[in-house]
C-alpha cells in the first residue's frame, strides 16, 4: 500500500518541473570583432635568366641542296649505223680535241641530240695553194644542242636535203654525208667531230673542237647516255 500511495502521489501531482537553468549573459554595448593578421610571407627571389645552352640545343637536319637537277638528253652515235664507223682515242695530229671517225664516203652523218642548225658550209672553197684555216673543213654542218653544247662534223661529201639555219632537229636526224672535202681532199674519207660551246660562225677555231669526244663516242656507240660536260677552259 505505501508504494501503491506513493505512485498515486506523483500522479496526482504531475510531472516534477526541471530545475531552472541560468539565462546566457546579453552584451550591453557594441560587438568589438578582433581579426587575426595573416602571417608575414617572405618575398620569392626574382627569377634569373640564363642564356640557353647551344649543347643542348637538338642536332638541326641539313637542308637538302636547291642545286637543280639537269635534264636527261637523249644521244645518238653520230654516223649511223654506228658500226660502219672507226675511231681512235686522242688529238690524231690535230693539237686541239677533236676525233675523225672513218667511214666509207655517202655513210650517213646525223644529228647526236636534239638541237637547231647554227652553221652550214655548203661550198668547198678551199684551195690548197691558200690554205685559209676557216676553208679547212669544206662542206660542213653544226648544231647547237639543247644541253647548250655545239656538235660539229665537217668534211662532208653532200648536205641533207632541205637543211637550213635555225632548223630543229632531232637525235638521229639526217644532216649529210661522210665525204673527204676541204683539207681532206685526196685522203681517207671521214667525219671530223668536234665540240666546243656555243660560238660565232666565223670563230672556226673553237669550231672545230674544245673538249676530247672520245669517251662520249664510245659511250654513243654503245647506247648510253653520256653527256658531254662543258669545257673549262678554251684552248
Same mark, same amino acid.
Given at each position: ?37 595573416? *602571417? ?11 642564356? /640557353? ?8 637536319? /641539313? ?42 664516203? !655517202? ?19 678551199? &684551195?690548197? &695553194?691558200? &690554205? ?18 655545239? #656538235? #660539229? ?25 661522210? !665525204? ?24 672556226? $677555231? ?6 676530247? *669526244? ?6 654513243? $656507240? $654503245? !647506247?648510253? &647516255?653520256?653527256? /658531254? ?7
Amino acid at each position: 500500500m505505501v508504494l501503491l500511495a506513493g505512485c498515486l502521489i506523483v500522479s496526482a501531482c504531475g510531472s516534477v518541473p526541471a530545475a531552472p537553468q541560468e539565462a546566457p549573459a546579453v552584451a550591453t554595448g557594441p560587438m568589438q570583432l578582433t581579426e587575426t593578421p595573416p *602571417p608575414a610571407r617572405t618575398p620569392l627571389p626574382p627569377p634569373t635568366r640564363r642564356a /640557353p645552352s647551344l649543347t643542348a640545343l637538338p642536332s638541326l637536319t /641539313p637542308i637538302p641542296s636547291l642545286t637543280p637537277i639537269p635534264p636527261l638528253h637523249d644521244y645518238v652515235f653520230p654516223i649511223q649505223p654506228p658500226e660502219a664507223a672507226t675511231f681512235g682515242e686522242g688529238v690524231q695530229g690535230h693539237g686541239y680535241p677533236a676525233t675523225d671517225l672513218f667511214a666509207r664516203a !655517202g655513210t650517213k652523218f646525223v644529228a647526236v641530240t636534239d638541237g637547231m642548225v647554227e652553221f652550214i658550209s655548203a661550198t668547198d672553197d678551199w &684551195n690548197p &695553194n691558200h &690554205n685559209d684555216p676557216a676553208e679547212r673543213s669544206g662542206l660542213a654542218v653544226a648544231i647547237l644542242g639543247d644541253d647548250g653544247l655545239r #656538235y #660539229y662534223g665537217s668534211h662532208l661529201s653532200g648536205l641533207a636535203a632541205g637543211l637550213y639555219y635555225g632548223l630543229r632537229v632531232k637525235p638521229g636526224d639526217l644532216l649529210g654525208f661522210v !665525204g673527204a672535202s676541204g683539207d681532206a681532199r685526196g685522203k681517207d674519207a671521214h667525219l671530223h667531230f668536234g665540240i666546243s660551246h656555243p660560238t660565232t660562225p666565223d670563230d672556226w $677555231k673553237t669550231r672545230r673542237g674544245e673538249i676530247d *669526244p672520245y669517251p662520249y663516242l664510245l659511250s654513243w $656507240k $654503245k !647506247g648510253h &647516255n653520256r653527256t /658531254p660536260q662543258f669545257p673549262t677552259a678554251t684552248p
